[in-house]
């Protein structure tokens, strides 16, 4: 018994590992080929317009919810570590800094993943099962280029101002927990946030979530794109698309972090 | 009907995985007729129309369209060629995101992008008033029912004033008054537009109704061709049982 499920699992390994190279082929081409049909006219500057409605104005509702409590959260449970030593004039400056470095670009990445990288998959996968991309092929009509490629850029421009945008209601909702319960004027409380945050730390949470938006139009758009089984497929598309787009996003935190801690000197 | 060949299938062959679906097709479209592609589900009647305009890769054999060998064409060529042969797909694939409007506008602005407004809005009329539903021009595809759905289907392929049609079962999941106005369209178009049309069916009423001559594929080959009468003018078991499922077996249990 033993030895025949050993055998099995021997067996099933390099055929696992097999699909696995064929799986990442099969992306290492589909991101190639995104990047030959981005420079290339013509360009469905319409389409990515309302792309970018759809990620980023449409996302403002859930974004600022989160963003808002998270800010009134994180201010409240650092309070009392701060208080133990008599620095709790030190929130806003840790606020910032944390809100900057880390919670906005990750709240809004997985947010985006949620809303928006489930959204896409679902999408394209459901135009795959119902023929619609082939129909756009049929007609003369780059399907990749009006699909894959307006929603990656869409996602790439959007996320980044989506991330500025959560750290400002971050900031909001830090604000109100602290004039609760500290006598902190809104010009000090400003005035400690930007002394806090260096430029690189903007520039690098910039850089992280335009990578983060690349990865979650990129995940999206390969899954619903590629998707098959008929309506099975697009919901697996769909689940598929939030799963891995979370998990690369947790990946590229970590190894951003590593960048940055480098560039610091830290 | 002339001589003319537009399309010419020769030994075409596909299979997925160990299944061998065309084994081997040879076929001919003349200028101006309507060939009936019959055959049973999963003979690769679909498969077949999709070679043709590129969507799956035969794994060998050669298609002549308009004098040119549809596997040798760059992208640039395909699409070139894709604009002379219209696809009606069996769901119809209309664009669900868009209104009737923008589904028959999105071929046009992409392929003829010097096109006024008013340009586009008169061939958006004209291909709408040619399938008579003029009145959903501002409705969604969700809101149409499935006669209608076929319709805007083909109102989108004519659009761009296709020299060939290709119907992928259009008349699969409607009632018979439908069936037989979208039999009629089909016969429209062929007197309007001028068009060839390879029609892929199963259902015999509309084989007789459009087709000028119709091929039976049958374990991966056409194995008849000819006009209605020719093709079922024989002994062959399995040509007289799909003859008798489809006008016997169908009356009598309706």
């Given at each position: 018994m033993n030895t025949s499920t050993t055998g099995t699992e021997t067996a099933s390994t390099p055929r696992r590992f097999g699909r696995m190279l064929i799986t990442l082929s099969d992306v290492a081409g589909f991101v190639g080929q995104f990047f030959k049909e981005?420079?290339?006219?013509?360009?469905e500057f319409k389409e990515i317009i309302r792309q970018c409605y759809e990620v980023g104005v449409r996302s403002l509702p859930l974004i600022s919810l989160t963003g808002f409590i998270t800010g009134i959260v994180f201010t409240n449970q650092s309070r009392p570590s701060l208080a133990e030593f008599g620095a709790t004039s030190w929130l806003p400056s840790l606020i910032a800094i944390a809100l900057v470095r880390a919670l906005a670009p990750l709240v809004t990445a997985l947010i985006a993943a949620g809303r928006v990288g489930s959204n896409i998959g679902a999408e394209l996968g459901s135009m795959r099962v119902t023929e619609q991309i082939d129909a756009m092929e049929v007609s003369a009509t780059n399907p990749f280029k009006f699909l894959v490629v307006t929603r990656v850029l869409a996602t790439t421009l959007m996320l980044p101002t989506l991330m500025v945008y959560t750290v400002f209601v971050g900031l909001l909702g830090a604000f109100v927990n602290v004039t609760q319960n500290e006598a902190t004027s809104f010009l000090t409380f400003i005035t400690d946030v930007f002394e806090a945050i260096s430029f690189l730390d903007i520039f690098a949470s910039l850089i992280k979530t335009f990578v983060f938006g690349f990865t979650i139009g990129m995940v999206g758009c390969y899954k619903g794109y590629n998707s098959s089984k008929g309506t099975e497929g697009v919901g697996k598309a769909a689940n598929s698309a939030v799963v891995t787009t979370m998990f690369l996003v947790f990946i590229e935190e970590l190894l951003a972090l590593q960048i940055v801690n480098a560039i610091r000197g830290t | 009907m002339n001589n003319e060949v537009v399309i010419s299938i020769r030994d075409l062959r596909i299979a997925f995985g160990d299944y061998k679906v065309l084994q081997g097709v040879d076929l001919d479209l003349y200028k101006g007729e309507n060939l009936v592609v019959l055959g049973r589900s999963g003979t690769g009647k679909s498969v077949l129309i999709k070679i043709l305009v590129g969507l799956l890769k035969a794994d060998s054999g050669t298609i002549t369209a308009f004098g040119q060998q549809v596997e040798e064409l760059s992208r640039k060529e395909l699409d070139a060629l894709r604009l002379k042969i219209g696809f009606s797909f069996q769901n119809s694939a209309l664009y669900d995101s868009m209104t009737v409007r923008e589904n028959l506008e999105f071929p046009l602005v992409r392929n003829?992008?010097?096109?006024s407004r008013k340009e586009i809005d008169q061939a958006v009329e004209e291909a709408l008033d040619n399938v008579g539903l003029?009145?959903?021009?501002?409705?969604?595809?969700?809101?149409?029912s499935g006669g209608q759905r076929k319709r805007i289907g083909i109102a989108r392929t004519l659009i761009l004033k296709p020299e060939v049609m290709l119907y992928d079962e259009p008349t699969a999941g409607l009632d018979p008054i439908t069936c037989i106005d979208i039999n009629n369209l089909i016969n429209e178009v062929k007197e309007r537009y001028k068009t060839s049309s390879i029609v892929i069916t199963h259902d015999l009423t509309c084989a007789k109704a459009v087709g000028d001559r119709v091929a039976m594929l049958f374990d991966g080959q056409f194995q008849r061709v000819g006009t209605f009468e020719e093709v079922f003018d024989t002994d062959d078991e399995r040509v007289q049982q799909f003859y008798n499922y489809n006008f016997v077996e169908e009356r009598r249990m309706s």
């Open positions: 981005v420079f290339q006219p013509p360009y | 003829a992008r010097n096109l003029s009145q959903t021009i501002n409705q969604m595809p969700s809101e149409l």
